[in-house]
């Protein structure tokens, strides 16, 4: 897995702290969004080419590795 701690940045007063890539204005939901619509790699890369192939890797990282950690509390009736 890639280490995503490299290239995902959280910082106040940029993008209102969301979870960026490198410190620049792109966001990692700007990435998965782009991936949900069916873009590939290549041409968000091309469409941004400040951003690496590495970079939209880190973004699949970081959103599994949240997604890993949340943790499911099962009531009787409901699911939290």
Not at 2 to 25: D, F, H, M, W
Not at 30 to 37: E, G, R, T
Not at 51 to 78: G, Q
Request: negative net charge.
């Amino acid at each position: 897995m890639v280490n995503y701690q490299k290239y995902i940045t959280l910082e106040v007063g940029k993008r209102s702290a969301q979870p960026c890539i490198r410190g620049l204005r792109i966001t990692v939901y700007d990435v998965l969004n782009m991936l949900a619509n069916g873009m590939t790699t290549v041409e968000i890369v091309d469409d941004f080419p400040e951003l690496t192939s590495a970079d939209v890797l880190a973004c699949l990282a970081y959103v599994a590795d949240k997604e890993r950690k949340i943790a499911v509390i099962y009531d009787s009736k409901v699911a939290i």
